[in-house]
């Protein structure tokens, strides 16, 4: 599989989330399937985006990725929220967008097959 990818890191407070966000809606509006894998503390932060819930400001733009802690991609079983693992089409997924506080800010690759 090809892989092309854009590594993003900035300091905090900067927007990064929100920019992480436009890529994936770039990609959603292309009809690509994307795949937002987050540290398990800030899976709340990223399941938000995709809730018609109050705290959602972005409501309207109706996300539809896919959510997985950064860890389960080391797993072939079991669920993640309530996706179970045995059943994920990976090939189908063509944006993967990493985010971790500590190695990197926002990290985002564009996988294409």
Not at 35 to 41: D, F, M
Not at 99 to 112: C, D, E, G, Q, S
């Amino acid at each position: 599989m090809k892989r092309t990818g854009l590594h993003h890191r900035r300091q905090c407070r900067l927007g990064k989330t929100f920019e992480a966000l436009a890529v994936i809606k770039y990609y959603e509006l292309r009809n690509h399937r994307v795949l937002v894998l987050a540290p398990k503390k800030l899976r709340e932060n990223w399941a938000i985006y995709r809730l018609n819930d109050k705290r959602n400001i972005l409501a309207a733009d109706r996300f539809s990725y896919d959510l997985l802690n950064h860890t389960d991609l080391s797993r072939e079983r079991g669920y993640s929220g309530d996706i179970n693992l045995e059943h994920v089409n990976w090939e189908t997924m063509t944006l993967l967008s990493l985010t971790n506080r500590i190695t990197f800010a926002t990290t985002i690759r564009a996988m294409t097959g």
